[in-house]
């Protein structure tokens, strides 16, 4: 069956721009992540959603990162304003609820953002 | 705190070896996750073992065994019988699932390198 599916693969933007970043999770997966990567480092949680709800914005580094998902599929990151440091490659994640026992999260192959 | 630490930024490893990623964790849960996941430089986090706190036996999937020491909180990997193709960035991630928000958290990585 198909996993996770992230669009674009790659994004270079100007600074000031905004850009959207979508997430397509396992069919049935009710529960998706995203976290971000930057070189070198690990994954920093951002966002979690239980279907269309987040109740956990908590890694969210500012205002201008905002996310919303619906259908209780698709997702979309949308950074507006993009900085310099805002520059990582953005991963999504989904499992089966909120993930239970050995349930592991899936990832997708992430979207590197470059900010110039 | 750190909840996930992997304190060897880097390994290497002759193929045919064993070698060991360390892996220790900081939570006051009584219920939770450990996950390993690998990344090769192609970006895509794949998922080898996981480990309940539950669990009296060790994990082991095919060449890769989870050292699990409750006491001491650590969950090292443990790769057997090395191979080229397991270079690749290794990451511990727990999940906690008592009064946690069962949003795993990951560790910094460890760069492991396969020498023919």
């Known amino acids: 069956g198909a996993g996770v599916s992230q669009s674009p693969s790659n994004k270079v933007t100007e600074k000031g721009k905004d850009v959207e970043l979508r997430c397509d999770p396992i069919?049935?997966?009710?529960?998706l992540y995203w976290y971000r990567q930057s070189l070198g480092q690990g994954l920093e949680f951002l966002i979690y959603?239980?279907?269309?709800?987040?109740?956990?914005k908590s890694g969210l580094p500012s205002d201008r990162f905002s996310a919303e998902r619906t259908g209780g599929s698709v997702s979309t990151l949308t950074i507006q304003r993009t900085q310099q440091e805002d520059s990582a490659v953005y991963l999504c994640?989904?499992?089966?609820?909120?993930?239970?026992?050995?349930?592991?999260?899936?990832f997708g192959d992430g979207t590197r953002l470059s900010i110039l | 705190a750190q909840k996930i630490t992997q304190t060897q930024p880097g390994m290497f490893v002759q193929e045919k070896e064993a070698v060991t990623l360390d892996c220790t964790y900081d939570t006051s849960d009584q219920s939770y996750g450990l996950f390993w996941y690998k990344q090769p430089s192609s970006g895509e986090m794949i998922f080898l073992i996981y480990?309940?706190?539950?669990?009296?036996q060790n994990a082991t999937e095919g060449r890769y065994s989870l050292n699990f020491q409750k006491a001491r909180k650590s969950a090292n990997l443990v790769i057997s019988a090395s191979q080229l193709g397991d270079s690749a960035m290794y990451f511990c991630a727990m999940r906690e699932e008592t009064g946690g928000s069962y949003i795993p958290t990951f560790g910094r990585g460890t760069s492991l390198i396969v020498h023919p």
């Open positions: 480990q309940g706190s539950y669990d009296e």
């Open positions: 994640a989904s499992s089966p609820a909120r993930g239970t026992g050995g349930q592991p999260q899936h």
């Open positions: 959603f239980q279907g269309n709800s987040a109740p956990d």
């Open positions: 069919s049935g997966h009710t529960a």
